[in-house]
């Protein structure tokens, strides 16, 4: 398996656009999380789906920001409309049901909001 | 609720030093314990895990000891390598739930 898979790697845009960041996790797994990383706040949680399934997205900032899982080997994460203090680098990870089972972080996706 | 402490960083030493990073956690229940490692400019990867008290996780020459009487899983290598720069995590998972909790981070800086 070619592990998760996250696109684009890198994104720079303008403030008040939208930004658009997708994942694909491994094959088989039916946990999906996305994370964001900052200097500022480190990593944090922004929500987790089970078999494609929003479980708790409380750590999601504000309403500018939505994500979906529309299938197990899809899930987008969307910011409308995008804000300079969005600049992060954001990840996606995934994990398979079963006891204590270690999750599989893609190589993220750097976001430059301007 | 759950938490992971680490301790602040950035941790600098010469090549061959040894290396202790403390990490301590709060948790229900019995959680399943991590160290990752980011080198930079990439993501995540899991380096050791232990899932029960008193098991030793190993990788690479970092161990990690989960230790229930002092909640504690402390990661340490006996001779760190330029190559071991890179931040390190602490995470945990509890028994019935599927999400991470991480600490912080630690960075290693190793210079020869």
């Known amino acids: 398996d070619a592990g998760v898979i996250q696109s684009p790697r890198h994104e720079v845009t303008e403030m008040g656009q939208e930004v658009t960041l997708r994942c694909k996790p491994i094959s088989g797994h039916d946990y999906l999380f996305w994370y964001r990383q900052t200097m500022m706040r480190g990593l944090e949680l922004l929500i987790y789906?089970?078999?494609?399934?929003?479980?708790?997205d409380s750590g999601m900032p504000e309403d500018r920001f939505s994500a979906k899982m529309p299938n197990a080997s899809f899930s987008t994460l969307k910011i409308q409309p995008s804000e300079p203090r969005d600049s992060a680098v954001y990840f996606c990870a995934s994990t398979n049901r079963g006891r204590n089972t270690e999750a599989f972080f893609g190589q993220g996706t750097r976001l430059t909001v301007v | 609720g759950n938490s992971v402490t680490q301790m602040e960083g950035p941790v600098t030493l010469s090549e061959e030093a040894f290396l202790t990073i403390n990490c301590t956690y709060t948790a229900t229940g019995y959680p399943s314990l991590f160290w990752y490692v980011q080198y930079p400019g990439e993501g995540l990867q899991l380096l050791l895990k232990?899932?029960?008290?008193?098991d030793k996780g190993s990788n690479k020459g970092f161990e990690a000891t989960y230790r229930k009487e002092t909640t504690s899983f402390h990661l340490e290598k006996g001779s760190v390598q330029v190559s071991d720069s890179a931040v390190y995590f602490c995470a945990l998972v509890n028994t019935g739930f599927q999400k991470l909790v991480f600490g912080t981070g630690t960075r290693l800086l190793v210079s020869p």
């Open positions: 232990a899932t029960k008290a008193d």
């Open positions: 789906f089970n078999n494609n399934v929003p479980i708790d």
